[in-house]
């Protein structure tokens, strides 16, 4: 795939729905789009370019994603520059994100049912890892459902993504605080191990509702990450396997070398029955919603929070607020 620069090419190939918005994010708005040779709807990631960097940055995401064909990632299809915005065509992943999902008053969720979705996503990382690239915003807002009552998923955004050379030392200063790993927030070096700090935190989450860092506010948040203590002493889970927990603490760690790979994961015990008929019997209690509804919630109130808070920037900028 080659960035097509051609003013007009966008248009003569595709037909964006701009009424029909799929998800907003920091960089861009997403909408269903149809090609009109073939009638297939896919997705079109807009993203407004305001300096040389996001163009940059952008350039990086459709050069990670053109070297990861995987079911479980999603598939770029066509990609556009037209000196304002960069237009990313990709496959459409329809059935919303998997959290959203899951609280839904007719899923019943349950430990298998979790453990189907933790190996899909470890499957994704995986194919990553051994393409030598690193998610670095691994979180529950990433990981979409494929269809409508379907169980596959499928992980997005690979904006803040980047290749992995283990003779470079590579900092970051980015990522959302609760599932950021303590070698980011202590600005050291990061490696695929960054993306499964954050894969035991989402499993946590998943299973009981609760986020094991979650503070006051983000400092707060910050802190308690750097610290890497937590514990399952939430009555949340009483109903969780041996299995599963010694998974979650094999990822929780603080020292990176010593967390599992996604191989790792895997191979783990846990995830080997994802399939099994025994496992699925001796598991199969549905698990409560309670707090997992009180967890989407509330970061369904942050990102619009964070929605207004880049518009005030944006609008101080250009000299319109900030009084
Ligand atoms: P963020 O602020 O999380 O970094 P972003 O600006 O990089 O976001 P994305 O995360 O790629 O944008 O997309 C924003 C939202 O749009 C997603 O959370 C998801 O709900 C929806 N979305 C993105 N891509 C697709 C797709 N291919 N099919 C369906 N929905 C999608």
């Not at 750097?226 to 396997?241: K, L, R």
Request: charged residues 30%; contains cysteine.
């Amino acid at each position: 795939i080659v960035i097509r620069k051609d003013p007009k090419s966008l248009s003569s190939l595709y037909h964006i729905m701009e009424d029909k918005e799929l998800g907003r994010g920091k960089f861009g708005t997403v909408c269903k789009c149809k090609e009109k040779a073939t009638s297939r709807i896919l997705a079109a990631k807009t993203i407004n370019i305001k300096r040389p960097q996001d163009r940059k940055e952008v350039e990086n995401e459709i050069d990670v994603m053109r070297h990861l064909q995987h079911p479980r990632l999603l598939q770029l299809y066509d990609a556009f520059d037209d000196g304002t915005n960069m237009i990313l065509i990709t496959e459409l992943v329809a059935g919303g994100e998997l959290f959203e999902r899951v609280i839904d008053d007719e899923f019943i969720l349950t430990e298998n049912v979790c453990k189907i979705f933790m190996r899909q996503i470890c499957e994704g990382v995986e194919f990553m890892h051994t393409k030598s690239v690193i998610h670095l915003d691994m979180k529950p807002e990433n990981i979409l459902c494929v269809t409508q009552s379907g169980n596959r998923v499928k992980l997005i955004d690979f904006g803040l993504a980047r290749h992995y050379d283990p003779a470079v030392e590579v900092k970051v200063m980015f990522g959302t605080p609760e599932f950021v790993a303590p070698e980011v927030v202590n600005f050291e070096r990061i490696t695929p191990a960054t993306d499964m700090w954050s894969v035991g935190v989402i499993c946590y989450i998943l299973l009981s509702g609760l986020s094991p860092f979650m503070g006051d506010n983000d400092a707060e948040t910050l802190s308690n990450v750097t610290q890497a203590e937590w514990d399952f002493n939430d009555e949340s889970f009483d109903e969780i396997s041996a299995d599963a927990k010694d998974f979650i603490t094999k990822l929780l760690i603080k020292d990176p070398a010593k967390r599992m790979t996604a191989k790792d994961c895997l191979n783990h015990k846990w995830l080997k029955q994802a399939k099994t008929v025994a496992a699925a019997k001796d598991s199969n209690k549905a698990l409560s919603k309670v707090k997992l509804k009180r967890f989407v919630i509330r970061r369904r109130w942050q990102k619009a929070v964070n929605a207004i808070l880049a518009l005030r920037r944006m609008g101080a900028s250009i000299g319109v607020a900030g009084k």
